[in-house]
DNA sequence: GTCTATACTTGGATAGAC
DNA sequence: GTCTATCCAAGTATAGAC
């Protein structure tokens, strides 16, 4: 999302061709991490995938990693931008819960937590690539923690479990969901504890009185 | 585990320097998984960092694949026999989580989970390696499940919550935290969460009267 | 700005000497 | 059983034509 490429020339904007070509290879680039993983995103698969040639990358992006990277960008705005109107009204834990499961649900199937999975685990292989890795996961933290504080309240859960810790566990446990689900390509392990919280959520706030959705059993 | 390597020869046992290269190869294998990723797992820098030549990998395992499966394997049955020991007087949720955080805390320090993520998401890229990888998951997650069943008793939370789809949580739970830990290079917002279910479990523990190790507050 | 061609490096895998 | 040498494929990156 930062600086915009090594070329220099032309009004600033960089031109509409430019703009599109750069386009088509971010997506390219999250096609590729998601089908064939960080170990076979290469400039030359990623460029096949595209229908540009492979050199482009390199004069666009000046690296593959920073493609990737750009590519990472792309996923957490999109998504990021999605998830603050979904969240909006949320304000029990089982809303939360609810719009989490939809949250999972789409990202799973879009193959969008699996572009973080493959960043962040090929960056191990990558000395420089951790740091900037890390700071895009960032704000999928942030989002969890202030989406889970907002559902709290005044709940006398805040003092019980400090939101950000909470938030750390929740990203924690998307990402490993994903890898399992993707490893053996079934979703439904998943999708079920997301039915279970919803069950335990509205039977704690039935239990603490605070509010009541609907009856559990 | 399985199949001893392509070559015929020797009686049977096929020597003890066979066997001690193998072992060799197999630590570099893990090692080099830890330092330096699935990417980085390459033939070359698996034998350089055993002291050994490229070739024999491909002697004794066929492909650099089966060797890091070798080393899979290696490390959950390392680690999946010293599971059994620790967790056979886990009677009670408490006792489970006080466990598990041992357990975690040495795997993570280790770097044992390392291993898992990276062949996880590495397999992502050699369709065959999926399975097999996915086969060597099962072991942890049959292991988390039966610790969960044993330490539940015959408490009524087991009809609320299956052990099966509990130990898929907390599993992948495992995998989100090391990944998280190992980004930032900081296991302390990790270990926080081990300190918070244990106190939510004494708490629970109060609450339904079952068991009370200790005073909470 | 995009494409073709090419230099250079690294990696998987095999052959053959020891 | 291990090592040296080597082949071939694939990857990053750059130069120069269009």
Do not use: C
Not at 53 to 71: K, P, R, T
Not at 139 to 165: M, T, V
Not at 173 to 197: I, K, T, V, W
């Amino acid at each position: 999302m930062a600086k915009s490429g090594t070329a220099s020339s032309v009004s600033e904007k960089g031109g509409a061709r430019s703009t599109e070509t750069r386009r088509l290879l971010v997506d390219a680039a999250i096609a590729t991490l998601q089908r064939e993983g960080f170990v076979g995103a290469s400039a030359r698969a990623i460029a096949e995938r595209a229908g540009l040639n492979q050199g482009l990358i390199f004069y666009h992006f000046g690296s593959v990693a920073n493609l990737l990277l750009a590519a990472l960008d792309a996923v957490s705005d999109e998504r990021l931008a999605h998830y603050g109107a979904m969240v909006a009204g949320a304000d029990s834990p089982g809303e939360l819960v609810e719009v989490a499961t939809d949250i999972f649900r789409t990202d799973l199937d879009a193959g969008y937590i699996t572009v973080l999975v493959e960043m962040i685990a090929g960056a191990s292989s990558t000395p420089d690539l951790g740091p900037e890795v890390a700071a895009r996961i960032g704000p999928w933290r942030e989002f969890a923690r202030s989406a889970i504080e907002q559902s709290l309240g005044d709940s006398p859960l805040k003092a019980l479990l400090p939101a950000a810790d909470v938030a750390y566990a929740v990203v924690a446990l998307y990402l490993g969901l994903e890898m399992l689900s993707h490893l053996d390509g079934n979703r439904q392990p998943a999708l079920n504890l997301f039915a279970h919280a919803q069950r335990l959520s509205q039977l704690l706030a039935a239990m603490s009185g605070t509010s009541l959705p609907e009856a559990p059993l």
